[in-house]
């Protein structure tokens, strides 16, 4: 039953794990870069500064057109949602740990799977969700191996449902 309760967190929380990291590197980049101007247009952005380069853009709109309130209720909203999902990365870590102390292995593989399946989903539908431009500059080499493991491995859901979404997910890589 715990296991089953951690799972449906796992797959609650790990849909806004990757947005959670994207923000919090770029906030922290971004008040680095904050004297070094804006990044160069013609500059091809890579996987890890994609988000940072989105938001410097989100953020240097809201700073020139004077909305100080919108861009306080972002950071606030940021940092809120940065400490929820940190709470329950710790949460299934310290989980995930314990299993694997106490030689409980399959126990925590199930709920990395389970982890992996959902940062697919995710990752596919935020993707998805991308206009054209920014899923150019996205690769989808983590999503290849994730299905790679899944099929290796036999990782899919006992609900078909679910089932249907995660093959979903997958499917993004044969649209390529």
Same mark, same amino acid.
């Given at each position: 039953? *715990?296991?089953?309760? %951690? =799972? !449906?967190?796992?797959?609650?929380?790990?849909?806004?794990?990757?947005?959670?990291?994207?923000?919090?590197?770029?906030?922290?980049?971004?008040?680095?870069?904050?004297?070094?101007? $804006?990044?160069?247009?013609?500059?091809?952005? &890579?996987?890890?500064?994609?988000?940072? =380069?989105?938001?410097?853009?989100?953020? &240097?709109? *809201?700073?020139?057109?004077?909305?100080?309130?919108?861009? !306080?209720?972002?950071?606030?909203?940021?940092?809120?949602?940065?400490?929820?999902?940190?709470?329950?990365?710790?949460?299934? &870590?310290?989980?995930?740990?314990?299993?694997?102390? =106490?030689? +409980?292995?399959?126990?925590? %593989? !199930?709920?990395? @799977?389970?982890?992996?399946?959902?940062?697919?989903?995710?990752?596919?539908?935020?993707? +998805?969700?991308?206009?054209?431009?920014?899923? =150019?500059? *996205?690769?989808?080499?983590?999503?290849?191996?994730? +299905?790679?493991?899944?099929?290796?491995?036999?990782?899919?859901?006992?609900?078909?449902? %679910?089932? !249907? %979404? @995660?093959?979903?997910?997958? @499917?993004?890589?044969? @649209? $390529?």
């Amino acid at each position: 039953m *715990l296991v089953g309760l %951690i =799972e !449906r967190v796992v797959k609650a929380t790990r849909i806004f794990a990757c947005v959670a990291v994207v923000l919090l590197v770029a906030f922290l980049g971004w008040s680095l870069g904050q004297t070094a101007g $804006k990044p160069s247009s013609k500059t091809k952005a &890579t996987d890890s500064s994609l988000a940072f =380069e989105q938001l410097v853009v989100f953020v &240097t709109h *809201l700073e020139s057109t004077g909305q100080t309130n919108t861009l !306080r209720l972002f950071n606030d909203y940021s940092n809120a949602f940065l400490a929820q999902q940190h709470s329950a990365d710790l949460g299934v &870590t310290t989980w995930i740990l314990l299993r694997l102390r =106490e030689g +409980r292995t399959n126990e925590a %593989i !199930r709920v990395l @799977e389970s982890q992996l399946t959902s940062d697919a989903v995710g990752f596919a539908a935020s993707y +998805r969700n991308l206009p054209a431009p920014l899923r =150019e500059k *996205l690769s989808l080499t983590s999503l290849g191996h994730a +299905r790679d493991y899944c099929s290796k491995y036999q990782v899919k859901s006992s609900d078909a449902e %679910i089932a !249907r %979404i @995660e093959a979903n997910a997958f @499917e993004l890589l044969d @649209e $390529k």
